[in-house]
């Protein structure tokens, strides 16, 4: 008899086995996702602020930049992440949809973009939002392109990265790992003329 040994060759042991092994292992390795909230639903800022109440209860490092809302805006959200010592840093003049001065509304937008991509990149966040930032590419003012090329360079591979509003461009979505539609089915104001509710809807 040969004194040599030999390993059995079965379906665990084949190469294609260990490539699905390593495969399977490769898709466990947490990451930093990207996540898109958007569609004509309600509750896209929302469901991303739970993201961020949840961050914190976990010990990671929280905070965002809205990109519509005033920078003298006192929304209850606002109110509750000072409290809780998250920044959330509005950086808009209000509803662009009913802005009067273009020029100044796209200028807002463009350097709340600077404030954002020096906010990504500084290393201080595990969870970083861009509420409403969607319509800033919508309108043009900074291109999906450029944004998704900015992002694939320089976005920290572990940090979670939530873009909210309307309109995602096609470029976003295809970049992004998590992208959820709100669509509207009943809305309180259209069915029941009933207004937005402080504690509700701000």
């Known amino acids: 008899m040969s004194d040599e040994t030999t390993t059995p060759v079965g379906p665990g042991s084949s190469p294609e086995a260990e490539a699905r092994r390593k495969a399977v292992r490769a ?3 947490p990451k ?3 996540i898109v909230n958007t569609g004509n639903g309600k509750g896209k800022t929302t469901a991303a602020l739970g993201v961020l109440l949840r961050a914190w209860g976990r010990n990671m490092r929280v905070g965002g930049v809205q990109f519509i809302k005033h920078e003298q805006a006192k929304f209850g959200e606002l ?3 000072e409290r809780m010592g998250i920044t959330l840093t509005p950086l808009g003049d209000g509803f662009t949809w009913t802005s009067r ?3 100044e ?3 807002r937008a463009v350097h709340g973009w600077e404030v954002a991509k020096t906010q990504i990149i500084s290393g201080n966040y595990d969870v970083f939002l861009l509420d409403e930032f969607t319509y800033v590419m919508h309108y043009g003012w900074v291109p999906a392109t450029e944004v998704v090329a900015w ?3 320089n976005k920290p591979p572990m940090l979670h990265l939530i873009i909210t509003g309307r309109y995602a461009p096609a470029e976003l979505i295809e970049y992004a790992d998590l992208v959820t539609e ?3 089915v009943k809305h309180p104001f259209r069915d029941q003329g009933i207004r937005a509710q ?3 809807e701000y």
């Open 198 to 200: 402080p504690g509700i």
């Open 79 to 81: 109110r509750a992440l």
């Open 105 to 107: 509304t796209q200028a």
């Open 32 to 34: 930093g996702l990207v």
């Open 27 to 29: 898709s466990h390795t």
């Open 101 to 103: 001065d273009l020029d």
């Open 182 to 184: 709100m669509r509207e």
């Open 151 to 153: 992002l694939r360079a």
